[in-house]
């Protein structure tokens, strides 16, 4: 079964406020041609729905889920306990103000959301990334596919690469202008 045909991956989070920081997850699944679901769950405001979804994602087939969440922070860890899956967590610090261009962060930080998802008990594992790392989240998950889907793995060390070339190419550049000049053209100061 394909993983471009089909989706492996289910992309949750907890409020549409976090799609803002959820979407670089689906940016990368697409880059590697994987396909995913993206669906809004909430643990505290959707728990029923909580249930329905891990039944979902095991008929489907998902081997893995990535589930973003901000403030406490249960998703992660409640969809864990409810399917076998593994599953990734995304702490999310800021989030959009629905109604306007204004911004919210949670009230500690993210460290809030960190914690929730890295404490979970003995018994039911979750995995977090760093605090709004959603793009680390996509790449974890396609390394999880990876073990299944060997192409995967060259399309891995690709991506390596790309990231190698990219840091000689900025670090030469640097050599050229001095620190001072490459710092001032790279943040348009
Ligand atoms: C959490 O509360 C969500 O994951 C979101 O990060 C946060 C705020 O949600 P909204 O008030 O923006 O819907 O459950």
């Keep these: 079964m394909n993983y471009s045909k089909r989706p492996f991956v289910g992309i949750i989070m907890g409020s549409s406020s976090d799609s803002k920081i959820m979407h670089p997850a689906a940016t990368i699944l697409d880059e590697f041609g994987i396909k995913h679901e993206d669906q809004i769950v909430s643990a505290h405001r959707t728990p029923t729905r909580l249930l329905e979804y891990a039944k979902h994602a095991e008929t489907e087939g998902f081997k893995v889920?990535?589930?973003g969440a901000g403030g406490s922070a249960?998703?992660?860890g409640m969809i864990a306990s409810h399917t076998i899956?593994?599953?990734v967590g995304v702490p999310i610090m800021v989030y959009n103000?629905?109604?306007s261009e204004r911004f919210r962060v949670s009230a500690f930080g993210g460290l809030d959301s960190l914690l929730s998802i890295s404490e979970m008990p003995s018994g039911s594992p979750v995995v977090t990334v760093g605090v709004n790392k959603a793009a680390n989240a996509g790449l974890y998950a396609v390394k999880i596919l990876a073990n299944e889907f060997t192409d995967l793995r060259k399309k891995l060390r690709?991506?390596?690469e790309l990231q190698h070339k990219s840091v000689l190419k900025e670090s030469e550049e640097m050599k050229k202008l001095g620190l001072v000049k490459f710092a001032g053209k790279k943040f348009k100061r």
Aim: glycine letters at 0%; charged letters at 20%.
């Design 65 to 67: 889920i990535i589930a």
């Design 85 to 87: 899956i593994p599953v």
């Design 97 to 99: 103000d629905k109604n």
């Design 158 to 160: 690709n991506h390596k």
């Design 74 to 76: 249960h998703l992660p």
